[in-house]
Structures are given as structure tokens and as C-alpha cells.
């Protein structure tokens, strides 16, 4: 036994396997464009202080850098339905648009989009479950969200200081 765990992890970290690493943002201070009782705010706020040194700060001025959202639409489709017309199958699909600037306006990031989709079956004689079916995928959606735009940040260009002039 010993031996097969010894061979499994050598070829586990011959491959170069890593847990994921917590997002180093590239600015020190952040400035989110949301209201400040927005849950989506709250969320992005919490992951952010939960994985990296980056302060969320309450203005513009006191700021590296700007995340401002765009947009974010939530809609609901009907997929499919049944041979009485009754919808068999939604689809929950997400859009947020944001961009990262910093405090004179330019782009960190360019105005970037993250589209999230799920599927969901549905019965009417399990209206109540699927229901909280539905807030459930919501809740992940929101939480698959800030992870995307938290890994997309960490990919996000400062803009260096112009070097000084020689004579």
C-alpha cells in the first residue's frame, strides 16, 4: 500500500498538479460601482477579502482601481414543453457586464461580459421543490459568478508609471 501511494503521488505532482490558488489581484485597493446593500456586492466583497490582501474601499478616490458593472440580467426561458403545452423544462440564463478601470478612467480591464446558463425540469405536481430548485441554481449561479470575475480580475494589467525622463 504504501508503495501505490508513494508511486500515486509522485505522478500526481509529476503532472504538475496544484490546488487552486487564492486570486492575487493586481491592485491593492478596489472600489466596487454597486450599491452598498447589494448582495452581489457583499458576495464579491467577502471572496475577495477571504482570498487575497486587496481592500475594498467606499470611494472612488481612495481606490486602484474601479470595477464598474455594466449590467447583469437574470432571465428565465421556457426550453421545452409537453404534448398538453405545459412547460417540461426552463432555462435560467445570467449576464453580467463589467469593466476595471482605474481613477483617471483607463481600462485595467476592457468591458468584459460572463454569461451563465442552467437548465431546469419542471413538474406541476412539484411546484413547491421546484421552486426551491430554482433559488438554489440561482444562488450557484451567483457563486460560479464571482469566481469567474475573481480569476478574471487576477488577470487584470496595472498600468505602469510612466518611467522618468533622462537628459
Known amino acids: 500500500r504504501a508503495l501505490i501511494i508513494a508511486c500515486l503521488t ?31 456586492r457583499a458576495t464579491i466583497a467577502r471572496n475577495i477579502a477571504a ?8 470611494s472612488k478616490e481612495g481606490s486602484d ?10 432571465v428565465k426561458t421556457i426550453l421545452s414543453i409537453n404534448s398538453a403545452g405545459r412547460v417540461r ?25 460572463i454569461v451563465l446558463r442552467r437548465d431546469v425540469s419542471y413538474n406541476d405536481d412539484q411546484v413547491l421543490s421546484k421552486e426551491a430548485e ?10 460560479d459568478l464571482v469566481q469567474q470575475l475573481l480569476r478574471r480580475l487576477a ?12 537628459n
Request: charge should be negative; include cysteine; hydrophobic fraction near 40%.
Open 10 to 40: 509522485l505522478v500526481l505532482s509529476a503532472c504538475g498538479f496544484h490546488l487552486r490558488d487564492s486570486a492575487n489581484l493586481p491592485f491593492k485597493s478596489l472600489y466596487i460601482n454597486l450599491p452598498p446593500t447589494s448582495e452581489l
Open 134 to 143: 430554482e433559488v438554489l441554481l440561482r444562488r450557484d449561479m451567483q457563486n
Open 155 to 166: 488577470a487584470a494589467k496595472t498600468v505602469a508609471a510612466p518611467a522618468p525622463a533622462s
Open 89 to 113: 423544462e426552463y432555462q435560467l440564463v445570467r449576464t453580467f457586464s463589467y469593466r476595471v478601470h482605474d481613477k483617471a478612467g483607463n481600462d485595467l480591464q476592457p468591458p468584459a461580459q
Open 51 to 58: 482570498s487575497s490582501d486587496t481592500r475594498i474601499v467606499e
Open 65 to 74: 482601481a474601479v470595477l464598474s458593472v455594466l449590467g447583469d440580467t437574470q
